[in-house]
């Protein structure tokens, strides 16, 4: 026997409080008195007031004892005493409910009343809450990549329904052993008796998470449903750029067989609505294959890649991805000497370069990014980004102070891009120009004179070289092509970024880093151009995203797009431990609710007041004293009259 609102130690001061203020009042003697006599023509008042005496001893024991009697039944319906031992104490219980992406894999059969994995976990989630007594409490744990509670340990049976229909499949595999580990830590820390851990769903789980069965509670009880095995999906598709031709796109797709029988897939492209590609493969049972297709395009676009034949889950048939557009940066030249620019300026096709006479300048035109005036000054300045090689004194984008001859650059701004990664090992300029500079000006190299490269920048952007590199011992050096790929790079954010673009599953990934890779120049963003978490470790980064999405890994020139659109689908089958129960409970099993005698209690302790103020009140006392019936109803019409 236990009490539900109260502890017996509480209960027991509660009774004796009350207990003794009712003896109390039984014991005090009032001083006055109400006397009823016919007339007061006789009555002498007191010379001194009665004297006040106490009682020793109660005049109506059995009273008393009725009061007492029915004032600890009331205090025993308070407490709700309940019976049956421990076993039929209240339990909490933690139901892991699967929410994986396998869970909207059609149900075998097709059967209308579950048409999928998730529905017929919810019918068992259902079931098993309902075998439970009322006064257990339940937490519903929604569990795939991350266990998830919907609520507290909870008894009320309507809000647990609420949670168990409003539970559906997300985009990823199940963690099955955080999800064990999880509910473990729930019951330890709940304040109640630890009653089960509950898992309804198919326990499709990721390979290295088959250790959760050997960690499995002792109080595991696993609600098994139907599992439609046989299905094939898309793993990973991959794009990027060939190195021989820029214009080339080289397409990676890998497939899974997750069933039991051998499959031939087909997988198709679609580029734009047109078709780009078919390949047939052959899928073992549990094997991935790979094949690869080339698209020429420089266009952007959406890839779509399908997998036939259709399946129990088609969720993973199907990825899309977005191919950006490959821009070209038009570059004018107007130089006489064009044979010591064309090597830098060839060098990445995506940099189209025309030469140019002095005498043929003209106003560039729209598609025209950039203009480059080898010691020439046009009669206006270009409209578009520019970049000035040893201008005339007169006319130059930046005034020129003096000209100083066998200088030394002394440094470079390398915290800059335009400065990026430039030095020079004693180089001596014949003859150099040095430039006055604004503050808003940046100064990209200088001499102890002043800065002799010098940038503005501004809706068209300038670079001014008081030299000609390639006239100069930096030609000799990597500073002088470096020192024009930072132009470029600058005049055309991207011009050099090697494109990667992935289609994945969602969850955790990793991309390997390239030697050398600085940890602070890596940036991870998702689609709303918000930072992601990422951590680096052996030269490689891993971020996880737990909803589909895209993700941007910026890593220096390199920028790598994921496409996380596709389910995250467990590769394996776990397999629950010899000792878990199985199946919805019996009512032995899952315990007998306690029986609850609270509203009994109440009814005899009012009803035991009632009979004593009847037999010992005023009504009761005039009831004993009268010796008739007639008597009786007498004394009940006088009240009726008065």
Known sequence: MGLFNLTFPQFFALFATVSAGVVALYLLDRSRRKQVVPSLRFWQPAVRAAPVTRRRHVQQPLSLLLQLLSILLLLLAIAQPRFGGAESAPRDHVLLLETSAWMAARSPGARPAFPTLMDEARARAFAYVRSLPSTDRIMIVRADALSTPAGGFESDRNKLRDAISRSHAGSTALNLEQALEFARHMLAIGGGRAGEVAFAGSGRISEHDQLAADAA?????????ADAAENLGLRKLGLRRSAEDSGLWEIFVSARNY???????????????????????????????????????????????RLLPDDAFPADNRAVLELPEQRALNVVVYSNEPELLRPILSATPRVKARFRKLDEYAEPGSDVGLVILDRFRPQAPPAVDSVWIDPPSPGSPLAILRSVTGAQITSWNTTHPLGSGLRTRDARLESVKVFETSPQDIRIAEIDSGAVIAARPGKAKTVVMGFHPMHSPLRFELAAPLLFANILDWVSPGIFRRWEVNGGSVGAVSVALEAGQNPEDIRVLQADGTPLPFSVRNASLSFFSGAPGTV?????NRESVYSLTIPELGLAKWEPPPGAKSGIPTATQAGQAPRELWYVLAVLGAFGLLVEWMIYGRLGARLIRSRTGAEVLALFKLRKAS
């Open 217 to 225: 509670p002792p109080n595991l009880r696993v609600l098994p449903i």
């Open 552 to 556: 941007r890994v910026l890593t220096g």
């Open 259 to 305: 069933g039991t029988r051998p499959t031939t897939a087909t997988i198709t492209l679609v580029f734009g609505g047109a078709p780009a590609g078919l390949r047939r493969l052959v899928l073992p049972p549990g094997a991935e294959r790979e094949t690869s297709f080339e698209y020429r395009t420089q266009a952007n676009g959406l890839l779509e890649a």
